[in-house]
């Protein structure tokens, strides 16, 4: 079994359910008493959020890299940075290593595929719905078109994101909204709703509403048990 190096903490509510999902998924797939290999570095997220409000990607890129060289010392075999919106900065978190990078965007890529999926809806930080590093990957490199909220449901997004998601807060307003907004975004013609924030899927999940939606936590984490068991 290969060992998964995780570069978490951002925010560290959604990277438990990362750690719980690998171990989950590799006790499924061995039985018996296993469990995933992993190296995990866990950022001060309030540092972090500091320097993306402030837009200094730059630094922030030389905080991951650092961290990720660290977890190849460590003895990782890839990469997962467990957010969607610190993936601005991907391509210098890779360069700072020679193990790969397993990139969030192109693991929700292929289950979108799988599901014949080409046209989507995203939710997530306004960094990644407004910029092009998410979005523009999944439309270059894989030919699916991105639906995003209009700026007024971006800001709320974010918002939750921010000051209830990271913190642990479940609000039912909150959850309401997200699900109202997943149904104008359906209603535009979005197949299907990329949870493009890893903690999106602690206020929103399946069984609340018949619109397929992609839970990248899930969809990444899973990616790696696969990686793992190459």
């Keep these: ?50 320097l993306q409000h402030q837009g200094q990607w ?31 900065v991907a391509e210098q978190v890779q360069q700072a290593v020679s193990i790969p990078l397993i ?28 910029q092009d590093f998410y979005a523009g990957r999944l439309n270059q490199q894989h030919d699916i078109q991105v639906l995003t909220p209009n700026q007024a449901q971006r800001d709320k997004i974010h918002q939750v994101i921010y000051q209830e998601l990271c913190v642990g807060q479940i609000q039912p307003e909150s959850k309401l909204f997200y699900l109202q907004v ?19 899927g602690l206020l929103v999940k399946q069984q609340d509403t018949t619109i397929p939606l992609f839970d990248t936590t899930l969809i990444h984490a899973d990616t790696a048990v696969a990686f793992a068991l190459k």
């Design 1 to 50: 079994m290969r060992t998964l190096g995780l570069i978490g903490g951002m925010s560290w509510e959604s990277t438990v359910t990362y750690y719980q999902r690998m171990n989950q998924q590799i006790k499924a797939k061995l039985g018996g008493l296993h469990s995933a290999k992993v190296v995990l570095h866990s950022v001060d997220f309030a540092q972090i959020e500091k």
């Design 58 to 88: 730059q630094a922030l890129g030389e905080i991951l890299a650092k961290a990720a060289a660290g977890l190849e010392s460590a003895g990782a075999d890839c990469i997962l940075i467990c957010t969607n919106t610190m993936h601005k």
């Design 103 to 130: 990139h969030i965007a192109d693991a929700t890529a292929d289950a979108l595929r799988h599901q014949n999926i080409s046209r989507v809806a995203l939710l997530g930080t306004r960094f990644t719905m407004e």
């Design 182 to 200: 997943i149904k104008e975004l359906h209603k535009q013609g979005a197949q299907g709703v990329i949870l493009g924030c890893t903690e999106i």
